[in-house]
């Protein structure tokens, strides 16, 4: 099966608001996503099936604009890694 490619603008995500809606339409997250970090959490690791990866482009406009957001976002993803074998993270700059 080919693997799912989320490409996320990082010029266009000032706030976690912004992280979830990206999320939402280009992952087809379900209607119940409770739009928090633990919620992200539960549905990146149960609901997104098959093989996936989040190339986050501009990513140090959104570490900016976010401030400690960016990090903890990228902390919950990186743990993701860690728990699936079918998803990884692309940071680029």
């Known amino acids: 099966m080919p693997i799912k490619r989320c490409k996320l603008n990082g010029s266009a995500i000032r706030s976690l608001d912004d992280l979830y809606d990206q999320l939402s339409i280009r992952l087809s997250l379900p209607e119940h996503f409770g739009r928090n970090l633990d919620a992200l959490w ?10 996936f990866e989040i190339v986050w482009k501009h990513a140090d406009d959104s570490r900016t604009l976010m401030g400690k957001d960016f990090d903890r976002a990228v902390k919950l993803l ?16």
């Open 42 to 51: 539960d549905v990146l690791s149960a609901d997104v099936e098959g093989s």
């Open 78 to 93: 990186r743990e993701l890694e860690e728990e699936r074998d079918d998803f990884k993270l692309k940071i680029e700059q």
